[in-house]
């Protein structure tokens, strides 16, 4: 059994590497080759922790097993992330376990990684501007792994409370571009691509404010009742997700499903688009969206990436299990 | 984090320990203390293999995690056991991860402490005749701990292959009582405990064939459409599970209930006897039966209890994880 705990993870991989694993398994799961379990989260009544399992089987890679892990509010007071997860793979052969794996890295860096393929497959190739809704701590992920995508020239940003957009200032400082705090009318405007990433329950970015041909990678909402964008302006973009089952029951496109303005026929996997099954974007003047629910198969992607990469660089912890 | 691999589980915990701690969390679960998530159980379309999670919470012991694993038929070929599971353990307070536990002879020890458990709880005090129907791997950890609970004289039994239940009169040897391969008409009269312990999918045991003060524990009964005892013998039992839910929808219960000859009242979680809210055996010539379905917190349970173990016995390997 292999063991990598949290704090090797920085050292092993990188966004280059978690991009790599995240766009080959969402190609799986277009494909039927990889598929997501039911997922297990329940509010366990201690500690108002949130818990559970995401799981899932990709039969091309072979990685088989679970994110397991969820939100302990309290945390932060102790010193530790709110947000705990491990990640244990299986040997898809004879069942038993592989590696354990500290999920806590991993997990900001496959879901920058899903944007970022998304902004990869359908942002307008000459994209100068991103637009950044919110300000959390996976922010921070998610701006990096985009600018890597296009030529960008510049940031502008929004958040509920403006000064916590400092630490993107010094995301886009890092990369030498300009970052400017906009009001939402403006950064609609403006930014080619948006990505919004918050917790939020009711919709931030209105239909009306997003003019011209954007990229907008929605991945805040994977819970029923969160929302970050109205619903006109999901039915209004041609819709791609992760998991279209998902997309409709948690993830952002659930409110415009509910309003009965999109159907499941209406949202297409975006690993499609990675197979070449599926154009993408058609014009620079479309207007796309990626729903980026969130899925174990990730999870189990990037974790038997930094697995191979420990092995290769001899840093791999094996106990006799 | 704590490492238990299988092979050292054997010199840590035995039936004792396994019978206190089952005892224990079939008492939270009845109080409603303990509770099992929902089973993730799927046919992942590789290697023929069944494979899923067990997880749950118990408040009063803070037990949190999941039995992780499944059946892989190919393993025997291989040098390897069929059924390979491994138990997580989580740190309720925190979500960081506590323990891996090889969980292969822990749910063997589980499985039997359950109707043990029943038989410590239910069976008639003066019990002379143990009857064992099935002859698998389970079979003998089924009959070791069911030994231990009542002044038994001698073993019956009957299987479909019965030169295969020469392993159970090697373990009543062990035991110094004589064992009978006897046909189901004697088992049935003549046994005043009966266990079933097979992964039939007809009944085996007929109503007409129980007579008398007798204790039934079925416990080969995990999956939709799998029967051991005719369902009118169910409906004549007071019917005892660990978990009403599961004994209704995947246990011994569910062809009764199907046909509408019990319903969900009829079935007494077992916790109830253990903590004194329901006295169980009522008279010597009572028809009593335990449906063991085999729950996720019987597996934290005995993890729990063999890590507790491991530290005290100073034997635990322990990784900064």
Chains 1, 2 share one sequence.
């Not at 694993?21 to 201690?46: C, L, Q, T, W």
């Not at 990685?63 to 793979?89: E, M, R, V, Y």
């Not at 070449?276 to 729903?291: A, N, P, Q």
Request: contains cysteine.
């Amino acid at each position: 059994m292999i063991i990598l705990p949290e704090k090797e993870i920085a050292s092993l991989i990188g966004r280059a590497e978690a991009f790599t694993a995240v766009e080959r398994v969402f190609a799986s799961m277009a494909k039927g080759d990889a598929y997501n379990f039911p997922v297990v989260r329940e509010a366990i009544g201690h500690a108002d922790a949130l818990y559970g399992f995401k799981s899932g089987f990709d039969r091309s890679s072979l990685a088989l097993g679970l994110k397991s892990g969820g939100c302990w509010p309290g945390n932060a007071d102790k010193g530790l992330t709110n947000h705990q997860s491990t990640i244990f793979l299986f040997d898809a052969d004879t069942g038993r376990v592989k590696a354990a794996v500290g999920g806590n890295l991993l997990t900001a860096l496959r879901t920058a990684a899903a944007s970022a393929v998304s902004i990869r497959h359908l942002a307008p190739k000459g994209a100068k501007t991103l637009g950044m809704i919110g300000a959390g701590h996976q922010s921070t992920f998610q701006m990096r792994a985009a600018l890597e995508q296009r030529a960008f020239e510049r940031v502008i940003g929004w958040n509920q409370h403006p000064e916590r957009l400092d630490r993107l200032t010094a995301v886009a400082a890092e990369a030498g571009l300009p970052f400017e705090k906009v009001s939402l009318d403006r950064l609609g405007g403006e930014a080619d691509v948006i990505i919004t990433i918050t917790s939020s329950f009711d919709p931030i970015l209105k239909d009306a404010q997003v003019t011209g041909g954007t990229h907008i990678a929605c991945m805040g909402t994977d819970t029923v009742g969160k929302q970050e964008v109205e619903s006109a302006l999901v039915a209004r973009a041609t819709a791609f997700t992760d998991e279209v089952s998902q997309s409709l029951s948690l993830g952002e496109c659930q409110h415009a499903a509910r309003e009965g303005l999109i159907s499941e026929t209406d949202i297409t996997p975006i690993g499609d688009v990675i197979n070449g099954r599926h154009s993408g974007r058609t014009s620079d003047d479309e207007l796309t969206l990626f729903d980026g629910t969130g899925v174990g198969l990730q999870d189990l992607a990037v974790a038997a990436s930094v697995v191979e990469l420990a092995l290769e660089k001899g840093k791999a912890i094996t106990v006799d299990f």
